[in-house]
C-alpha cells in the first residue's frame, strides 16, 4: 500500500494535454475531413451553407476548421440575399416583404452556428472507438496521472481505463450534460462590424437589421476561452505541483493557445515539457515558443508514443 501511495503522488505531479491527434492515431475518424463527409452525407443543409460561404475547396479550411470560421464570407451572404429587399415602391409591395432580408440572413446565421454544433454534436456521436489496437502502437499512459482532454471522445476512459475523476474534458465530452464548445477565436471590434459601417441615417432599416444579423454570427461562433479559463481559474491554479507535461497529438493550434498559456504559467516553473508531432516538427516547435519560450521541451513523433 505504502508503493501505491507514492506512485500515486508521483502521477499526480504528471499533467497530460491530449488533442485530435491521439485519436487518429488510434485510427479514429475524428478529423475535421471525417466531420465534412459526415455533413454531406447526414446534415447538407449545413454543408450547403459552408460550401457557400466558407473555402472549403481548400483543404487548408478542413485542417484548421475552429480558425476558420472566423473567416465567414459576409459579402457572399449578403449578394446572395439582396434581392429580398424589395424596394418599397415595387407595384406589387407587400408587407410580408419588410422581414423577408432579415428572415434569409436569419436563416443562414442560424445554419451556421447552431445547426452547425447540432450536428458536430451528432457526428461526435457516433464516433467508433476502435475495436483492437493490435497495429496501433499503445501510448505510454500513467493512467493516475491528471489530463486535460481537448477531445470529446471517451478513448482515454474507454482504452487506457483512466478514471473519469482524472480527465478534465475542456471542451465538453460525448454524452455530457453541458454542450460542446466549438469556435473560432475572433471577434470584430466596433469599428469592424458590419453595422458599424452603416449610414444610420440613411440606410434601409431592413439592411441595418441584416447587419446586426450578421454581426451575431460572429458572436454565437465563437469560443469563449477567456470565459472557460476564468471560471476553472482554481482547476488551473491546482497544477502548481506539476513537473511533467506530456502533450499527445495537440497542434498547440492558436485557437488553444490561451489554454496552454494558462497552463504553462500554473505550472512548476521548472516543468519539462513533452511534446509529440505528427510529420515534420517545425510548426509545433514555433508554436511552443508561444507558449512557454523559457521552458525545457522535447520533442518526438506521435507513432513513438
Known sequence: MANWVL???RSMTILYVIGNGFDRHHKMATSYVDFGEFLSCNHREVRRLLDNYFATYDEHFWHHFEEELAHFDVEMLVQDLEHFIVPYSADDWSDAYHHDYEYELDRAVEGLSKGLLAAFTDWVGQIALPYGLEEVPRARIDPLARFINFNYTRT???LYGVPNDRVWHIHGVVGGAEPLVLGHAWLPSTAE???AQ???E???TRVIGGALIIDSYFKKTFKPTANIIAENAARFASLHDVDDIRVLGHSLSDVDLPYLQ???SNVSPNAAWRISFHGEPTAVRQ????IASAKRATFWSLPEV
Open 202 to 204: 440613411r440606410d434601409d
Open 198 to 200: 452603416l449610414d444610420l
Open 262 to 264: 494558462a497552463i504553462a
Open 193 to 195: 462590424t458590419q453595422y
Open 287 to 290: 508554436q511552443f515558443i508561444k
Open 7 to 9: 506512485e500515486e503522488e
Open 156 to 158: 482515454l476512459q474507454e
